[in-house]
């Protein structure tokens, strides 16, 4: 399940990260990959389990008079 495979710049191409031994105290919930082609790290951008609320308010159908 820790296994992604994602683009790397530096390898040209999609490779396989897998998540690194995390001393940030994160866990499972780590952003951190490690590519296991080249070994840069990359951060995951940050899954908000929040559903997004969208600050544009929806204008409903008016009644134009
Ligand atoms: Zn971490
Ligand atoms: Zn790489």
Do not use: K, N, W
């Not at 390898?11 to 990959?33: K, Q, R």
């Amino acid at each position: 399940m820790s296994d992604h495979e994602l683009h790397c710049d530096t390898c040209e191409g999609v490779v396989l990260f897998e998540a690194p031994p995390c001393g940030d105290g994160h866990g499972v919930d780590c952003p951190e990959l490690i590519c296991t082609g080249c070994g840069s790290a990359v951060l995951l951008a940050p899954v908000a389990s929040r559903p997004a609320r969208r600050r544009a308010p929806r204008t409903s159908h008016r009644h134009a008079a």
